[in-house]
Every structure is written in structure tokens, then in C-alpha cells.
């Protein structure tokens, strides 16, 4: 064994609710904590709150924050130093421009680490699965992204995006909670809530409480609704209507306690019906499901069959219970009635199981992405960061090659791979072997490549 063997990098993933940091090669983050700013004598602060909710970003400002987050991060709960550790960002392809100079001026200036990649999320999602081609859904706080990776490549002409996540689950417990929600407090009497709840209870209800109803009882629920609003337009006219469809028994209700101010009662028909708007079709034909078959329509022909069998999902929203088996059974269906998704009619959808919970996929695809230590020519250094005068390249904003690496004729870039590692049917290809023996051996990573040996060994 060396006597010196080389610092495993830092691991960041800035989610728009909780960010996960820890070192790559481990089995789980160090850490997941909210992605906003604790100021001592203030209220928490959210980090993200300029890039979503403001049309122009003040990136002095913005820099302060991450500076302040950063420093959080990395001496409370990384406890190493930053100058020894390069790092892994996850991010978002969609991310602003800014957002990624802000947090490289941080991490190369502030803190002096050796370099900085940043990988989309997606991409790193499809590692944990093994998988070359996969389509991957990420349902987070405030949108859900699809996008398919065919051969380890992001098609990003074929990504679709819709505010339908965990904001839009949020905004339905809050109008069905003023609209008729009680507090019972503490002399017993039950009283109308008339203010908004707090956001930290909201999202512990939302976590707690709330789930995916099957697809049966889906379809009675929006057969109701359908039946409720006809009635109300006959009785405008004047006309006697009845609701000819009937609801399903709805589930039991919750009592949420409200720390010692009283308790607030929770009905059934919220805990069942706040997460529909996810799969209910607005005015333009939109849903998490026609996010998905949208995207695979944009992709070419003979790769649809190949990222339908394989959907991988990701992000907060899609561990309410119930939501990867609501998803399958609308995607069928959606194919079997829709005449627009009838080229994709062959298709059979099959959703991966990922070993963790879907918050941290992306974490875990960088840490089995860093131990694979193929990637030094795709890393932004301090000195390359000064010299173009703070600005990142478009091959590392746009997850492409630099210009050094790119072929002279198109020709010879077979099936659109880079210089990834291939995750292929016969196995994992890298470049360096000798790097996964600096990884724990009860890490994640080796769990993963030794699994990923077995099954070529199992094939040949």
C-alpha cells in the first residue's frame, strides 16, 4: 500500500432546497442542510431566492452569500482544509451563467482550491444506475427538468422543464388549509385558520403527511371534480343539477400538532389530493407524465425503447410515497389513449430503483464519478479562472470538450461519446484503474464498480 495517498475531492450539490456536501468515495453525504443563510440574531435567509424570484442577479451580493454558506459548509461539517481538496459541483445545465462564476470565484479565490468541475446532475444521476441511455426526471422545490443521456451524453434539444413540484404541492396545502382548515386549541374549541401557515410548516406537512394516490382512485377524484364544476355551471343558469359522479371515501385525517399553540387538523381529501396537481393536464396539455413522453418524442428513433426502460428520477418531490408507481401507470396510459404518443406506442416504461433516497442521487453519482479520476482536462484551475479574467469557458458551462479535445473530423466522435466513462453492456471503461484503489473499500463507489465487474464477468 503507498505511504501517500492522493485527497479525495470535495462533493456539492446546491439543491434549491437542501444541499448535500460531503467527500467523495463515502457512502452518504457528511451533511444535508437547508440551502439558506443562518445569520445569528436574523431569520434564515434563502440562498437561492435571487436566481429564481428576481429577474437580474446582483452577483456581489450573491458572491457574499456563497461566501458565507461556504464557509458554513466546509468548517462545521467538512472539517478539511479547502486548499488540499479539489471539488465537484452538481448542478444544473440550466443554471445561470453567473450563479456558476459566482460559486468559482468563491471556491478558486476565496477558498484556493486546486480546481473546480461542475457536472450536471442528470449525467451523475444515470452513474448510480449504471446506465449509458436513461431518461432522468428531476422533480425538486421548484420545477421538474427532464432530460434524456443517450450513450453518456446530455440531449439538451430534448429537455423539458414545468413548475410542477414541490412549490406547486406547497401552494395546494395552503389554499386547501385556508379554504377549510381548523385549529383545535388548547381549551378543546375548534377555530377557522384565517393567516397563512409558516413555509417550514407547510413543507413538514408536505413531507409527513401527504402521498400519490393509485391511478383508480386518481381517476374517480378528477371525475368528481369534473362532475362538481358542470353543476356549478347549470346552477348559474339557473337550472337544479345534481353531481352525478361520486368521490372515493377519502383517507383518514391528521392531527398536526403546532408546538404547544394548539393542534392543527389536517382532512384527508388535502393529505390525497395536494400532490394531483403534478399529474392533473393544465390548459396546455401539461403534466410530470407528458414531461417525460415529450422528451423522449424530441429524441431519435432507435433510442425511445431505450430510455423508456429506462426512467431514473430524482429530486425531493419524487420520494412522496407512491409517486414512482403513480408515474408508470399514467405514462401507460397516457400511450395507450393520447393519439400524439402513439409512436411511442412499442415502448415499455420501467423506472429504475436507485440504492438511496432520491434527494442525494446526484451526490452519489459524483462521489462513484470522482473516484473514477478520468476527468483533469474538464476542471478549472485558479490560474485559468485569473487569466480569462474571472469568466468560465463555454465547454465547461455547456458540458462539452474543450476545443484541445475535440476531433478533427466529426467522424471520428463515434455515437456522440466523450471522454466520460462509457458505462456500456460490457461494463465500466475508464482510463485510470489504479485511482478506485484510493477509495474506502466500504464506500459506495467500490460497491458500485464491483458490482458493475460482476455482471461483465456474469456476461462473458
Avoid at 259 to 276: K, N, Y
Avoid at 348 to 366: E, M, Y
Wanted: net charge positive.
Amino acid at each position: 500500500m503507498p505511504l501517500h495517498q492522493p485527497l479525495t475531492a470535495v462533493v456539492l450539490d446546491i439543491g434549491q432546497a437542501y444541499t448535500k456536501v460531503g467527500i467523495a468515495g463515502e457512502p452518504a453525504p457528511r451533511a444535508i442542510v437547508p440551502t439558506v443563510l443562518k445569520i445569528h440574531g436574523h431569520q434564515d435567509e434563502p440562498l437561492l431566492a435571487d436566481i429564481f424570484e428576481t429577474p437580474k442577479i446582483d452577483k456581489k451580493l450573491l458572491i457574499r452569500k456563497l461566501k458565507t454558506f461556504f464557509e458554513y459548509l466546509y468548517f462545521k461539517f467538512l472539517q478539511v482544509n479547502p486548499k488540499n481538496r479539489r471539488v465537484i459541483v452538481c448542478e444544473s445545465f440550466a443554471n445561470p451563467t453567473v450563479f456558476r462564476e459566482s460559486i468559482a470565484e468563491v471556491l478558486l479565490i476565496h477558498f484556493s482550491a486546486p480546481s473546480i468541475l461542475f457536472a450536471p446532475h442528470h449525467l451523475l444521476t444515470s452513474y448510480t444506475v449504471a446506465a449509458d441511455t436513461a431518461l432522468v426526471l428531476d422533480s425538486s422545490e421548484y420545477e421538474s427538468v427532464a432530460l434524456p443521456i443517450i450513450e453518456g451524453t446530455p440531449i439538451l434539444w430534448a429537455w423539458r422543464s414545468a413548475p410542477l413540484a414541490g412549490r406547486a404541492i406547497h401552494r395546494q396545502i395552503q389554499t386547501f388549509i385556508r379554504a377549510g382548515g381548523l385549529m383545535q386549541t388548547q381549551d378543546g374549541n375548534p377555530v377557522k385558520i384565517t393567516e397563512d401557515l409558516p413555509h417550514s410548516v407547510i413543507q413538514d406537512i408536505r413531507v409527513k403527511s401527504c402521498f400519490v394516490t393509485e391511478h383508480g382512485r386518481a381517476r374517480e377524484i378528477q371525475a368528481h371534480k369534473l362532475a362538481q364544476w358542470e353543476a356549478a355551471l347549470k346552477r348559474e343558469k339557473g337550472v337544479e343539477a345534481q353531481i352525478s359522479a361520486r368521490r372515493p371515501t377519502p383517507p383518514p385525517d391528521m392531527v398536526y400538532p403546532m408546538g404547544g399553540q394548539g393542534r392543527l387538523m389536517i382532512p384527508g381529501l388535502v393529505r390525497e389530493e395536494a400532490a394531483e396537481i403534478l399529474f392533473e393536464q393544465d390548459n396546455d396539455r401539461l403534466s410530470l407524465p407528458t414531461l417525460v413522453l415529450d422528451s423522449i418524442l424530441k429524441c431519435p428513433v432507435d433510442s425511445r425503447k431505450a430510455l423508456a426502460s429506462n426512467l431514473v428520477l430524482s429530486g425531493g418531490t419524487s420520494m412522496l410515497p407512491g409517486f414512482s408507481h403513480r408515474l408508470l401507470s399514467e405514462l401507460e396510459d397516457l400511450v395507450a389513449i393520447e393519439e400524439r404518443y402513439k409512436p411511442l406506442s412499442e415502448c415499455r416504461f420501467r423506472i429504475h430503483s436507485t440504492p438511496v433516497r432520491g434527494n442525494i442521487v446526484s451526490w452519489l453519482g459524483a462521489s462513484i464519478y470522482a473516484s473514477l479520476d478520468t476527468f483533469p482536462h474538464r476542471s478549472i484551475t485558479k490560474e485559468y479562472f485569473i487569466e480569462n479574467k474571472h469568466r468560465l469557458p463555454d465547454w465547461c458551462v455547456l458540458d462539452l470538450q474543450p476545443p484541445e479535445f475535440q476531433p478533427e473530423k466529426p467522424a471520428a466522435m463515434k455515437s456522440g461519446r466523450k471522454s466520460l466513462p462509457y458505462l456500456g453492456s460490457s461494463g465500466l471503461r475508464t482510463s485510470s484503474r489504479s485511482s478506485v484503489g484510493s477509495v474506502p473499500r466500504n464506500s459506495a463507489a467500490v460497491s458500485a464498480l464491483a458490482a458493475l465487474r460482476l455482471a461483465q464477468a456474469a456476461k462473458k
